[in-house]
């Protein structure tokens, strides 16, 4: 257990000492039932609420506001609920003004730690569009742009810390760079990233325990660092947890096809053995000291556990790594439920056991040693140590959801729906009902949803033939382009409609969404669609005035073939159906079919007359929270996943 007189009472008022929380206090879920991670999500919410007001804390832009709204962000992604979104841009906007300048921000310090931030300015820029957000995110590129370096490229930690490199740097600029690497087009950045990683292993880590020392002064003149090796003295838990969080987080904008992404792969490989082999035996955490566990005074540390949690499971359900790592993760994750997490008597649930922070020189001079890492306090409810919990908790609860999807692809068309904008750099880019995009008009938690579930997802720019659809298990077919949309449309031709139709027959999974006919290409569409049975009518249905959200109201009842949870749902501006034999109404309201389904041959196809799950209507931030588009996102995603064989 912690040690309590480890805990700093004065610092915390949400304090709950663990030796004052009955057994009974300790479980999964809140009195709410609601998940850990949202449980977090509302201590921290609540501790550090936003806008700052009255002068109730000082404004100061930090890494760690960056890592708690990160695990905030990624419980939003997965539960939808929009109260999370709004903290996190209540947060930021309490920081960038409308030019973009950032309050509080030094660029002259060129301290990573700033960067940090970066990840939750991107992801406001793509939801909102607000060039505020950009042209801040465009400052911390820039600081990367000229942010001093090893003579081998690594980035030094802080302009204080000269040719000094830590783990820290790793998590506080790399998942941000490479998004925007992958956002604007940086590709030549890929390659500086993938040398991050790899730069710092090869001089950091130790053959031996396969664990990477916590920091690297390529001058050797620091107190701390070996005069051989310039490596620091010690293993550092939360160190050792922001690298391999980097790495999974990277991951995700890495080009799949860049031939340097094998490379992280390999280092995040090494990794994990190297976690699987420091973890506590007996409560499956990690020590704040991790290869020390016998040391005196060496403790079970939260935040690196959580860390290493998130790490170990995501890499698993990505494919990063090798699924038997998921037991190691799965028993990390018992044991940070079990050492750390309490509840206080109004239900609210903290996280003990986080130290407050560990560096290397400085003032005071920190010096790396043993005795060092056990000298900071251990404290509760800390923001790095709750953010990395969200994180963790938020990734384990991923794993409930019926990984339906695995080894299966979905295909998204951009062919027919195939509209072009130009960003904010002038360039030509496809939006509207595209996976990577996250504004009200995209298909990004759509996109992501599917992912959940284990399906890749892919998209599909050209006229679908044979070949092109044979890897699809699912092929959706979205908003056909009228004249109006794009100046010349790629229509449903016959040629098309022969390969659609044969790829079904033989168990492909077809998710047809069209629009009302003003806004959706519906005669050559329908061709398409007549030969399952289906019709979609050149009416608008379900129009809606304003803000009464109601008019667009569509009650699906619990038991439905495709909808067994049921969902209060909202469609605005519809095409209803008609439907003959093989298709069958599955969701009827005012007498219209709004949603059908068909077989032919093995394969299966779903219709609907609106492009109903894009993220204004699913996301939580417009639609009032009775309405439940995501939840009835997540049960067709299951029933189309089932459907392929």
Request: charged content about 25%; proline content about 4%; aromatic content about 12%.
């Amino acid at each position: 257990m912690i040690r309590l007189k480890k805990i700093a009472l004065a610092a915390l008022p949400l304090l709950v000492l663990l030796g004052a929380c009955s057994s009974a206090k300790r479980q999964n879920v809140n009195k709410d039932g609601k998940s850990l991670s949202e449980a977090m999500a509302k201590t921290i919410m609540e501790r550090f609420p936003f806008p700052i007001e009255n002068n109730s804390r000082n404004l100061k832009w930090t890494y760690e506001t960056g890592v708690y709204l990160t695990g905030i962000s990624q419980v939003w992604k997965r539960t939808g609920n929009g109260e999370y979104f709004a903290y996190v841009q209540r947060c930021m906007d309490d920081f960038i003004e409308e030019d973009g300048s950032i309050k509080t921000y030094k660029f002259a310090d060129y301290n990573l730690d700033n960067v940090r931030n970066g990840y939750n300015l991107l992801m406001l820029y793509k939801v909102t569009g607000k060039k505020k957000y950009y042209t801040a995110a465009q400052t911390l590129r820039k600081q990367l742009q000229e942010q001093p370096r090893t003579k081998g490229g690594s980035y030094w930690h802080k302009k204080i810390y000269p040719w000094q490199v830590w783990l820290d740097g790793l998590y506080m600029a790399m998942p941000f760079y490479t998004e925007w690497a992958a956002d604007f087009d940086d590709y030549e950045a890929f390659n500086d990233i993938a040398d991050q990683f790899t730069d710092i292993e090869k001089h950091a880590r130790d053959e031996k325990t396969g664990l990477i020392y916590h920091g690297w002064d390529e001058s050797k003149e620091q107190l701390w660092a070996d005069k051989v090796t310039g490596n620091s003295p010690n293993f550092w838990g939360r160190a050792m947890g922001w690298y391999g969080m980097a790495m999974v987080d990277v991951l995700d904008y890495f080009p799949k096809d860049h031939p340097k992404r094998q490379e992280i792969l390999d280092v995040l490989n090494r990794f994990a053995a190297g976690i699987k082999n420091a973890q506590d035996k007996k409560s499956g955490l990690w020590y704040q000291v991790m290869d020390k566990p016998d040391g005196k005074g060496n403790y079970l540390e939260a935040s690196g556990s959580s860390m290493f949690v998130y790490t170990l499971a995501k890499a698993v359900r990505m494919g990063y790594i090798d699924a038997s790592y998921d037991k190691v993760a799965q028993k990390g994750y018992d044991g940070i439920k079990k050492e750390f997490l309490v509840w206080d008597e109004q239900g609210n649930l903290h996280l003990n056991g986080t130290v407050s922070v560990a560096g290397l020189g400085g003032k005071p001079y920190r010096d790396g040693s043993y005795d060092y890492y056990l000298s900071e306090k251990v404290v509760q409810d800390d923001p790095k140590g709750a953010g990395a919990f969200m994180m963790a908790a938020n990734e384990m609860e991923l794993r409930d959801i019926p990984q339906t999807g695995k080894g299966k692809t979905v295909v998204l068309d951009n062919f027919f729906n195939n509209e072009f904008r130009n960003n904010i750099l002038g360039k030509k880019e496809s939006f509207h009902y595209v996976w990577n995009e996250w504004d009200n008009n995209g298909f990004g938690l759509f996109g992501e949803h599917f992912r959940y579930a284990g399906a890749k997802t892919e998209t599909l720019k050209e006229g679908p033939t044979a070949q092109n659809l044979a890897s699809a298990n699912v092929y959706i077919i979205v908003d056909p382009d009228t004249k109006k949309e794009t100046e010349y449309p790629n229509y449903m031709q016959a040629p098309y409609i022969q390969n659609i139709v044969e790829w079904v027959k033989n168990g492909g999974v077809l998710l047809l969404m069209a629009n009302d006919s003003s806004n959706a290409e519906l005669p050559h569409f329908n061709d398409l669609a007549r030969q399952f049975g289906i019709q979609f009518k050149s009416e608008l249905k379900n129009p809606v005035t304003g803000k009464q959200f109601d008019m667009g109201l569509i009650e699906i009842a619990a038991g439905n073939p495709v909808f067994p949870l049921g969902a209060t749902t909202y469609l605005k501006e519809i095409s209803t159906l008609d439907v003959k034999e093989p298709a069958k109404a599955v969701v009827n309201h005012n007498g219209d079919v709004v949603m059908a389904t068909a077989k032919l041959g093995k394969g299966s196809v779903f219709a609907v007359g609106d492009p109903w799950l894009y993220n204004e209507y699913v996301d939580g931030r417009k639609l009032p929270a009775k309405f439940q588009n995501l939840k009835a996102a997540q049960q067709l995603i299951q029933w189309l996943l089932k459907q392929s064989k």
